[in-house]
């Protein structure tokens, strides 16, 4: 488990991190949000005890990660897929860190096989696509088999393929009961990846909670409906204070009730439903909606009139 309380991070004048606190449980993975210039990076960096804090703690199984020996046995992170030697083979950079550990030298086949990287595990890194040195990097973080793992940005560079992969890695790490935590900015990443949201916006907390509370503060949630008798069932609900949109035929798209509320009113008024669902909000609308106000570099619709107009007459800025 994770648990960061009161952290703040300064350099000068300038507040990169402000009495963050939240808690990464096993079991689940959890994703990290935030416009660029956050804080998530910094946060991440604390954690690990590359960085020093100002003020407050994290922890990671209750302790600060400096106290644990053998660190890759504790938390396997990857922050930067450019880390690795250029110079270096990938198994010579993984049989480095292993030695560092104290980890078997046959772990090292373990996870190149595990990240696909067999065949070039004696190619030198510095001929690696970034989805190659993206590979390495979760790689070298399951090396030591630890109960808590971080990724920071680790789909960068992915072919789609890849992109299926580690989301599936991602799901059984937290199946097994393993701490997980991933940074990213795209969010159809997080609505296929993620369990909970930690949201941060120049360097507080804005939010932490499941996927489907966070996406139903964007709005649009919605129930469809499909029933025997659309035009009593479309009474009812308006009567309720739901605004109810015919879609034709059988069809109804209800906003203002849950699919539960709806499905009890039908019951009651022994309605016949054919399809009860309900529309969850959009997880890119409601973090534009919560994040806008904190962050630090926004284009204005003059900008992107601006930058419609140069591609279309060849002009670079």
Not at 5 to 18: E, I, P
Not at 287 to 294: D, G, K, V
């Amino acid at each position: 488990m994770i648990e960061v309380n009161a952290l703040t991070k300064r350099y000068g004048d300038v507040t990169a991190v402000n009495g963050l606190t939240f808690t990464v449980r096993p079991g689940h993975v959890t994703g990290f949000l935030g416009p660029n210039g956050a804080g998530k990076s910094t946060t991440m960096r604390m954690i690990l005890g590359l960085n020093r804090p100002t003020s407050g703690s994290a922890t990671v199984g209750g302790v600060p990660f400096a106290r644990h020996g053998a660190g890759l046995r504790h938390v396997g992170a990857l922050l930067d897929a450019g880390d690795a030697h250029p110079g270096r083979t990938a198994r010579a950079h993984l049989s480095a860190l292993a030695a560092g550990n104290g980890l078997p030298r046959g772990r090292v086949g373990e996870v190149l096989a595990e990240v696909g990287l067999e065949e070039a595990a004696r190619r030198r890194v510095g001929g690696f696509s970034l989805g190659m040195r993206q590979r390495l990097g979760i790689a070298a973080a399951l090396l030591g088999d630890p109960p808590v793992l971080l990724f920071d940005e680790p789909v960068n560079g992915l072919d789609p393929e890849g992109v299926r992969w580690v989301r599936g890695l991602f799901r059984r790490l937290a199946g097994e009961g393993r701490t997980v935590l991933v940074s990213s900015h795209l969010m159809s990443e997080m609505e296929h990846t993620a369990d909970r949201l930690v949201v941060i916006g120049r360097g507080e907390l804005i939010a932490d909670e499941s996927l489907a509370e966070f996406a139903a503060r964007g709005g649009g949630a919605s129930v469809s409906v499909r029933t025997a008798d659309p035009a009593e069932l479309a009474a009812v609900l308006t009567q309720e204070g739901a605004a109810v949109r015919r879609d034709g035929g059988d069809a109804l798209t209800v906003t203002g009730l849950s699919a539960a509320h709806v499905g009890r009113l039908a019951h009651e008024r022994h309605i016949q439903l054919r399809e009860l669902a309900p529309r969850t909000g959009s997880l890119e609308q409601a973090f534009m909606r919560l994040t806008t106000a904190h962050a630090d570099y926004r284009a204005t619709p003059e900008d992107a009139e601006g930058v419609r107009a140069g591609a279309s007459t060849g002009e670079a800025g």
